[in-house]
Every structure is written in C-alpha cells, then in structure tokens.
C-alpha cells in the first residue's frame, strides 16, 4: 500500500542545509494503522506530506497504492490525494461561516456527483461521526469536540483508502482523545489504513496499532 524507501528530505537557505529527513524505509499494508511518533520537529508531518505528495522526497521513493506518489506533478497528485486520501488535522480547518453539512460537502464539489449521491454520502458520516443533529449548525459555535467529528466526516466523506492524521488531538482534553481514538479503531475496522503523527502518550501500546515508529531529528530510532 505504502512505501518509502530510502528517502530524504532536505531545505536548503543561503546560511544552511536542514536535513528533515535522513534515509527513511518504510513499508505499510494496506488496512494497517501506523502510528508516528517523535517530539516537535522529528519529521512526522514531512513524513505525512511526502506520502500524500504535498511535498516531494530529495532522493528516494514514495510508493502510494501502486503509483510513484514521488514523481506525480501537479494536478495529478492532486487529483492523487482527491480520490485516495482522507486528511484530518490539527486546527480543523474548517470554515467558521459554512454549516456542518456544508463543511462535509466541500471535498465532494470536484467530483460532478449527482445530488442524491453526493447528499447520501453527506448523511452517512455525519451519522458516523455523531454529528448528524448539528448539521445546520454553523462551525464557529461548535465545540472542539464537536468541530473535531466534523473535521473526521469530512475526511471520510471522499470515502479514502487512507487516513492522515497530523496530531489529532493536540486540541483536545483526554475525554475528546479517546473518543477520537475510539474512531480511529472503528475505522480500521472497516479496512482503511491509517497513518497518525503523534506525541500524545494515549496512542502507545494500542492493540489495534500495527506499527509504531519514533523518529528524532529526521531519522527513525525505532
């Protein structure tokens, strides 16, 4: 499903070279939960990025579903990420002005689907994620934790082989993180492959987690 094989990642300035990333190997089976960990700056969210082709490896391979992720120009890895990958992170991002529903809805425009496609898929993984009586509710007055489901129907709603979740629960208490940790389980009972960067100690040791890979400075220790 997902490999990386011996790549780096490097910035260059006029003053210096950063090495974020240093001869990184990885292989992940398709319907795997792969949790990443390492304090800030390890490499996690580069890591993320190269496998959903927002960036692309100095040197080495990112395999994704069969296709060469490391070599797709733009818009084909767009295109890529649109049909593949289901993104949830950090902030949200959600847009405060636009309903619940209607935050579900935006991954779904760039598809043509009819409306009664694109509206039973709406309503699926609201009632998935337990958000489905805030539908109309703007985002600005939800709480986190309601913000948060929206942010995970959203990144379902495309129906994604994969998940990428870039500290999910950085905002959240400890009750919101395991629910979000509960999620998390259930999708990976349903076959989707999951890939978290975290340094939040409530994902160690998870018996539904496949791998668990630590990384400091751009290099994997573990």
């Known amino acids: 499903m997902i490999v990386l094989k011996n790549v780096y990642k490097c910035y260059e300035t006029e003053a210096q070279r950063i090495d974020a990333l240093r001869d ?82 935006l991954p779904l425009i760039p598809e043509n689907l009819t409306a009664q496609v694109m509206e039973k898929r ?25 913000q948060q489901r929206v942010a995970i129907a959203r990144a379902l709603v495309n129906e994604p082989k994969i998940i990428i979740a870039d500290e999910p629960t950085a905002n959240l208490d400890a009750v919101l993180s395991e629910q979000f940790i509960e999620t998390m389980h259930d999708l990976k009972k349903r076959g989707v492959t999951l890939l978290i960067a975290t340094h939040d100690s409530q994902f160690f040791n998870l018996p539904f987690v496949d791998q668990q890979i630590e990384l400091k400075n751009g290099v994997m220790i573990s």
């Open 122 to 146: 709406i309503q699926e993984v609201m009632q998935l994620c337990a958000i489905s009586h805030k539908a109309s509710a703007l985002c600005r007055h939800l709480s986190g934790g309601e």
């Open 24 to 105: 990184i190997s990885l292989h992940v089976k398709a319907g795997e939960c792969v949790l990443l960990k390492g304090a800030s700056g390890s490499g996690k969210s580069t890591i993320l990025s190269l496998i959903a082709g927002l960036s692309k490896p100095t040197t080495g391979d990112v395999v994704v579903d069969g296709k060469r992720i490391s070599k797709l120009m733009e818009p084909f890895s767009a295109h890529f990420r649109r049909e593949n990958i289901g993104f949830i992170f950090q902030r949200y991002h959600l847009i405060p002005t636009l309903s619940v529903r209607d935050n579900i809805a």
